[in-house]
């Protein structure tokens, strides 16, 4: 930045000062707010697992049942439930007494939630959930209207006969995030081997289905998920279809802390 001299002006006059130190002033002020913009445009990039321009996940804002939930549980910080885990879950993988929980909210039309079940969740379980360390508790979160609550009720359905996982993988790795012809409830029921369709496709369109989903968007929501997947390792929020070692990373962390007399985060924090 250049300073222009007036006539009478010379580098040792007090005008050439004061025009010295009003530019400098200047020039720190542009450093101080370019700055600032970087750290405000860091803050508003999307959470892991996604890449320029993408969105990874839907937001709750869009699901026509956020109008039913309380304002209040929006800003409701996720607690455990005091009571033991439910040993009976169908909807739940691992021992009950795991030190480490993570539930899971997804939506079957999530194309994000489909990597984590094809990509991540199989390595999660063969490492942590087959050695007793880590429990999944799945949670129908749908979000994507008629057709993810569809294939919610239909999942609830199918775990009603205790083949939920079955009817998880099938409709994950089938892709059910782009419908075709024969992705449908009941082809997925098949696939997974449900014994009786009939009582699958009249459970699936009970109110009892309907209510149970209602329930769990509803816990979603007071736990703090907005999007899909949104996991909480005990506790702690995860969101997005994140690297795997993140979730290892993750996992080890809250094993450990599990088995510490001061355990510092997540549940232990209110147990």
Same mark, same amino acid.
């Given at each position: 930045?250049?300073?222009?001299?007036?006539?009478?002006?010379?580098?040792?006059?007090?005008?050439?000062?004061?025009?010295?130190?009003?530019?400098?002033?200047?020039?720190?002020?542009?450093?101080?707010?370019?700055?600032?913009?970087?750290?405000a445009?860091?803050?508003?990039?999307p959470?892991?697992?996604?890449?320029?321009?993408?969105?990874?996940?839907?937001?709750?804002e869009?699901?026509?049942?956020?109008d039913?939930?309380?304002?209040?549980?929006?800003?409701?910080?996720?607690?455990? %439930? /005091?009571?033991?885990? *439910?040993?009976? +879950?169908?909807? $739940?993988? =691992?021992? &009950?007494?795991?030190?480490?929980?993570?539930?899971?909210?997804?939506?079957?039309?999530?194309?994000?939630?489909?990597?984590?079940?094809?990509?991540?969740?199989?390595?999660?379980?063969?490492?942590?959930?087959d050695?007793?360390?880590?429990?999944?508790?799945?949670?129908?979160?749908?979000?994507?209207?008629?057709?993810?609550?569809?294939?919610?009720?239909?999942?609830?359905?199918?775990?009603?006969?205790?083949?939920?996982?079955?009817?998880?993988?099938?409709?994950?790795?089938?892709?059910?995030?782009?419908?075709?012809?024969?992705?449908t409830?009941?082809?997925?029921?098949?696939?997974?081997?449900?014994?009786?369709?009939?009582?699958?496709?009249?459970?699936m369109?009970? %109110? /009892?289905?309907?209510? *149970?989903?209602? +329930?769990?968007? $509803?816990? =979603?929501? &007071?736990?703090?998920?907005?999007?899909?997947?949104?996991?909480?390792?005990?506790?702690?929020?995860?969101?997005?279809?994140?690297?795997?070692?993140?979730?290892?990373?993750?996992i080890?962390?809250?094993?450990?802390?599990?088995?510490?007399?001061?355990?510092?985060?997540?549940?232990?924090?209110?147990?």
């Amino acid at each position: 930045m250049r300073i222009i001299l007036g006539a009478e002006e010379g580098p040792t006059s007090r005008a050439y000062r004061r025009r010295v130190v009003a530019v400098a002033a200047v020039g720190l002020l542009a450093v101080v707010m370019g700055i600032l913009a970087q750290f405000a445009q860091a803050g508003s990039a999307p959470t892991g697992g996604t890449s320029p321009g993408e969105t990874p996940t839907a937001p709750i804002e869009s699901h026509p049942r956020r109008d039913a939930v309380p304002a209040a549980a929006y800003s409701t910080p996720f607690v455990r %439930p /005091a009571s033991p885990v *439910a040993t009976n +879950d169908p909807m $739940a993988v =691992g021992r &009950a007494d795991a030190p480490v929980v993570m539930v899971e909210y997804a939506d079957f039309l999530c194309g994000y939630c489909t990597r984590f079940a094809r990509d991540t969740g199989p390595e999660i379980v063969s490492r942590y959930v087959d050695a007793g360390v880590l429990r999944i508790e799945f949670r129908n979160f749908p979000i994507r209207g008629e057709g993810s609550d569809e294939l919610a009720r239909a999942a609830w359905a199918a775990a009603q006969q205790g083949r939920f996982w079955e009817f998880h993988n099938s409709a994950y790795q089938a892709g059910a995030y782009t419908p075709a012809a024969e992705s449908t409830p009941l082809g997925y029921a098949r696939a997974a081997g449900v014994p009786d369709l009939d009582r699958f496709a009249a459970d699936m369109a009970s %109110p /009892a289905a309907r209510q *149970a989903v209602d +329930d769990t968007v $509803a816990e =979603g929501v &007071a736990a703090g998920a907005e999007m899909t997947p949104t996991f909480f390792v005990n506790g702690k929020k995860l969101v997005g279809a994140l690297p795997n070692q993140t979730f290892f990373d993750e996992i080890d962390a809250a094993a450990r802390e599990a088995r510490s007399p001061y355990p510092m985060r997540g549940y232990g924090q209110l147990l």
